[in-house]
């Protein structure tokens, strides 16, 4: 990105992939972000630091990324109760519910008319902030009730459903409410952070080399993805080169949490178009692709596997030449699958239209991942960055143009084949050598990315180093903040019965919002 007509200079900042900084003023940010959406960027993550101890005020960081990779844009804030910055919701939507978050846990305001919290569940008093550096995270506070104001729409015939906090199913809590009239859907609000885990505050001050254990409990499904991002930041920033075996070991790491949670959710939406024989053979799937996990590296979802420095497990010659065996007999079974699924008249009844996002609309309000590959954005990391081991794996991107429900279907049944594949060429490849390297001393203040290709899109973590190894600050951030609103306009004019299928066509985390 080139932000040289607005008299602004970038840096070199540490990162997996090419990355910059570019110190903004206040006034200076939304010019900045609409210069970067010109040149076709889009919106990673938005964030902010308190940091009065050191600097003063607050800053706040905006990344973007393009075809050239990633920029940083960072804005000062003084500390001055009116003090605000400006509303980068207005270039790209997506950053509304981020500025609100960031209102709630560190108390900086952005210029956005829409200043209702978002984080804040009246879980602690409204005047403490938990990300400042001055917030006791000791007390239990006693919570209180809020009282949230939901956008209503009003007119003949319109009614209101309220659907959830808490669910049938075993998820976590997220709050729908619809607008309708009859059975169509008019309007769709989501409430969620129902589950506030305080992980970001958990941060600071721990060990680093310790930190990927926490980031890889951010969202369960994606373990490998976020400890990964997080060994990815703390490698940039000591300038530790992993060796190619860990490399590689991460890489099969990946696409086997990939393939687990595509068959997961390709069972899960036959189930929904109320064909229970899909998700009893996908399920079955799935639970031997996590068996073979747990024989091979020691736990079912490969929690702690990756590590700063490398992976903490090796893989052995049977567990290798079990991975091989299993991928040549899922991709077969698989392949059978998708021809019942595109056979079956119903099923596809009910797929076909439902929850479509044009490929305009997921250009506009921010579409990643693996949704966004649905509607024809054409967007992963493993091949636009192609960092080892990716550049030697010549990965190939899946995409579709439909945006409904079967598009995202096909979507996941063409990146189950090629993971499957993937693993057999990483096993065939698997280098020899080491697979850890020790961490080297870090100094305090350096700041460094990780971006990761996880399963339902990019996974980002921005880490800071403290004093004595410590952890400054860590912004783990979910690719479904981008998606989640997505899914309010994906379900527009569809009947609220078709609800549970679109979401689960997206299959967004409630958890990775609930830092």
Same mark, same amino acid.
């Not at 040289?4 to 997996?16: I, P, Q």
């Not at 550096?133 to 209180?144: C, I």
């Not at 991709?331 to 079956?344: C, Q, S, V």
């Given at each position: 990105?080139?932000?040289?007509?607005?008299?602004?200079?970038?840096?070199?900042?540490?990162?997996?992939?090419?990355?910059?900084?570019?110190?903004?003023?206040?006034?200076?940010?939304?010019?900045?972000?609409?210069?970067?959406?010109?040149?076709?960027?889009?919106?990673?993550?938005?964030?902010?630091?308190?940091?009065?101890?050191?600097?003063?005020?607050?800053?706040?960081?905006?990344?973007?990324?393009?075809?050239?990779?990633?920029?940083?844009?960072?804005?000062?804030?003084?500390?001055?109760?009116?003090?605000?910055?400006?509303?980068?919701?207005?270039?790209?939507?997506?950053?509304?519910?981020?500025?609100?978050?960031?209102?709630?846990?560190?108390?900086?305001?952005?210029?956005?008319?829409?200043?209702?919290?978002?984080?804040?569940?009246?879980?602690?008093?409204?005047?403490?902030?938990?990300?400042?550096?001055?917030?006791?995270?000791?007390?239990?506070?006693?919570?209180?009730?809020?009282?949230?104001?939901?956008?209503?729409?009003?007119?003949?015939?319109?009614?209101?459903?309220?659907?959830?906090?808490?669910?049938?199913?075993?998820?976590?809590?997220?709050?729908?409410?619809?607008?309708?009239?009859?059975?169509?859907?008019?309007?769709?609000?989501?409430?969620?952070?129902?589950?506030?885990?305080?992980?970001?505050?958990?941060?600071?001050?721990?060990?680093?080399?310790?930190?990927?254990?926490?980031?890889?409990?951010?969202?369960?499904?994606?373990?490998?993805?976020?400890?990964?991002?997080?060994?990815?930041?703390?490698?940039?920033?000591?300038?530790?080169?992993?060796?190619?075996?860990?490399?590689?070991?991460?890489?099969?790491?990946?696409?086997?949490?990939?393939?687990?949670?595509?068959?997961?959710?390709?069972?899960?939406?036959?189930?929904?178009?109320?064909?229970?024989?899909?998700?009893?053979?996908?399920?079955?799937?799935?639970?031997?692709?996590?068996?073979?996990?747990?024989?091979?590296?020691?736990?079912?979802?490969?929690?702690?596997?990756?590590?700063?420095?490398?992976?903490?497990?090796?893989?052995? !010659?049977?567990?290798? #030449?079990?991975?091989? *065996?299993? /991928?040549? =007999? &899922? $991709?077969?079974?698989?392949?059978? %699958?998708?021809?019942?699924?595109?056979?079956?008249?119903?099923?596809?009844?009910?797929?076909?239209?439902?929850?479509?996002?044009?490929?305009?609309?997921?250009?506009?309000?921010?579409?990643?991942?693996?949704?966004?590959?649905?509607?024809?954005?054409?967007?992963?990391?493993?091949?636009?960055?192609?960092?080892?081991?990716?550049?030697?794996?010549?990965? !190939?991107?899946?995409? #579709?143009?439909?945006? *409904?429900? /079967?598009? =995202? &279907? $096909?979507?996941?049944?063409?990146? %189950?084949?090629?993971?499957?594949?993937?693993?057999?060429?990483?096993?065939?490849?698997?280098?020899?050598?080491?697979?850890?390297?020790?961490?080297?001393?870090?100094?305090?203040?350096?700041?460094?990315?990780?971006?990761?290709?996880?399963?339902?899109?990019?996974?980002?973590?921005?880490?800071?180093?403290?004093?004595?190894?410590?952890?400054?600050?860590?912004?783990?951030?979910?690719?479904?903040?981008?998606?989640?609103?997505?899914?309010?306009?994906?379900?527009?004019?569809?009947?609220?019965?078709?609800?549970?299928?679109?979401?689960?066509?997206?299959?967004?985390?409630?958890?990775?919002?609930?830092?």
């Amino acid at each position: 990105m080139d932000f040289s007509r607005l008299g602004l200079s970038a840096a070199t900042l540490a990162s997996a992939v090419p990355a910059v900084r570019v110190p903004v003023g206040s006034g200076q940010l939304v010019p900045a972000c609409r210069v970067a959406k010109e040149q076709g960027a889009h919106l990673v993550a938005l964030w902010a630091s308190d940091e009065r101890d050191r600097a003063g005020g607050t800053l706040v960081r905006v990344a973007l990324q393009d075809a050239s990779g990633l920029a940083v844009l960072e804005v000062a804030v003084p500390d001055l109760p009116d003090a605000r910055y400006g509303d980068v919701s207005a270039i790209f939507p997506a950053a509304g519910r981020m500025q609100r978050a960031a209102f709630d846990l560190v108390g900086v305001a952005s210029e956005a008319d829409d200043q209702r919290p978002w984080a804040w569940m009246a879980s602690w008093p409204i005047d403490r902030y938990p990300l400042r550096r001055d917030f006791e995270a000791s007390p239990k506070w006693e919570p209180g009730q809020e009282d949230y104001e939901f956008v209503r729409v009003e007119g003949d015939g319109v009614h209101e459903i309220p659907v959830g906090p808490v669910h049938a199913g075993i998820i976590e809590p997220g709050h729908f409410r619809f607008q309708i009239v009859g059975e169509k859907v008019l309007r769709l609000e989501e409430r969620l952070c129902y589950t506030h885990k305080g992980i970001e505050k958990r941060f600071e001050s721990m060990p680093l080399v310790e930190g990927s254990r926490l980031a890889g409990r951010v969202s369960g499904d994606s373990t490998v993805a976020y400890a990964w991002a997080y060994s990815q930041a703390l490698e940039a920033i000591a300038g530790l080169a992993v060796p190619p075996r860990a490399l590689w070991l991460r890489a099969l790491a990946l696409e086997r949490e990939r393939i687990a949670n595509h068959l997961g959710d390709l069972g899960y939406l036959g189930n929904d178009g109320g064909f229970a024989f899909g998700l009893a053979q996908f399920s079955r799937l799935k639970e031997e692709v996590v068996r073979t996990n747990l024989a091979a590296f020691g736990h079912r979802f490969m929690m702690d596997l990756v590590v700063p420095g490398g992976v903490a497990r090796d893989l052995d !010659r049977d567990h290798a #030449a079990a991975m091989v *065996d299993e /991928a040549k =007999r &899922v $991709a077969a079974e698989a392949e059978t %699958l998708r021809g019942i699924y595109d056979e079956h008249d119903g099923l596809q009844d009910r797929f076909r239209t439902c929850g479509r996002v044009a490929p305009e609309l997921a250009e506009r309000l921010g579409l990643v991942g693996m949704a966004a590959r649905a509607s024809g954005l054409a967007r992963d990391l493993r091949c636009d960055f192609a960092a080892a081991p990716w550049d030697a794996l010549a990965v !190939r991107k899946a995409g #579709a143009t439909g945006g *409904d429900v /079967a598009a =995202r &279907v $096909a979507v996941r049944f063409d990146e %189950l084949a090629e993971s499957l594949r993937l693993v057999r060429s990483i096993v065939d490849h698997l280098p020899d050598g080491d697979f850890l390297a020790p961490v080297p001393d870090v100094p305090p203040h350096r700041l460094g990315l990780g971006c990761v290709e996880g399963w339902r899109g990019p996974v980002l973590v921005a880490l800071e180093a403290g004093p004595g190894g410590t952890i400054r600050r860590c912004h783990p951030h979910d690719p479904s903040w981008a998606n989640w609103p997505v899914l309010e306009h994906a379900v527009i004019g569809n009947i609220v019965p078709d609800f549970p299928l679109i979401n689960k066509s997206f299959n967004l985390s409630y958890s990775g919002q609930d830092l």
